[in-house]
């Protein structure tokens, strides 16, 4: 069965204080790692999707990573407009050779304080 | 695109009624889910069609979960009769699959309360 675990639960940051959200899973066979933003009352809203080991992306403030067991999403010098809870999910692979379905951690809820 | 739709925002009902959830995807996706978000369990899947076609639908958590597609532009999660802990925040998602990419985008979700 794949998990996800997300840490810490919550984090409260200066405006400006750099840090990282982790996200440890196991999966027997992964296809593609997701984080996703969520805004109180809205969906969430796609951010990145890391497919292999070393693998990073950028958005602005905001940078993923991928190791064979976990993902960091890195803030640099955050604004008080990136608190959010981010959301981790993993994709894995299916015995039909096909991958859709996304089994999510329970997030991180982050706030930058101005 | 005006991006996955889903109505009623929320919906506030009592024990044992009927309740219909509807979704809208985004044009030109050919997967759609349907989730439940609650404090406790965190955002499951219920459900997801292919084409229109169901495919797992293993987290439906009991007989009075049903869902439909009847065709690429329309979706609905029914509960019938529901109870208070169904109440949660319902949402539905779309992708387009293809070899490099599989994100699914998600609508704004409906917030169901069962008194």
């Known amino acids: 069965e794949d998990q996800v675990t997300q840490s810490p639960e919550a984090l409260r940051l200066q405006e400006g204080e750099s840090s990282s959200l982790n996200c440890s899973y196991t999966?027997?066979?992964?296809?593609?790692l997701f984080w996703y933003r969520q805004d109180p009352g809205k969906g969430p809203e796609f951010l990145f999707t890391?497919?292999?080991a070393g693998e990073e992306k950028e958005k602005e403030r905001l940078k993923a990573t991928l190791t064979k067991k976990e993902s960091f999403l890195h803030i640099t010098a955050p604004k008080p407009e990136d608190s959010a809870t981010y959301l981790c999910a993993v994709q894995a692979w299916e015995s039909s050779g096909s991958a859709r379905q996304l089994t999510f951690g329970s997030g991180t809820q982050l706030t930058v304080l101005p | 695109d005006a991006g996955v739709i889903q109505s009623p925002r929320h919906e506030v009902t009592e024990m044992g009624q009927e309740v219909t959830l509807r979704c809208k995807p985004i044009?030109?996706?050919?997967?759609l889910f349907w989730y439940r978000q609650t404090m406790m369990r965190g955002l499951e899947l219920l459900i997801y069609?292919?084409?229109?076609?169901?495919?797992?639908d293993s987290g439906m958590p009991e007989d009075r979960f049903s869902a439909k597609m009847p065709n690429a532009s329309f979706s609905t999660l029914k509960i019938q009769p529901s109870e208070p802990r169904d109440s949660a925040v319902y949402f539905c998602a779309s992708s387009l699959f293809s070899v490099l990419t599989d994100t699914q985008y998600f609508g704004p979700g409906t917030r169901l309360t069962v008194l």
């Open positions: 044009s030109g996706h050919d997967y």
């Open positions: 069609f292919n084409n229109n076609v169901p495919i797992d």
């Open positions: 890391l497919y292999s």
């Open positions: 999966v027997s066979g992964l296809r593609g």
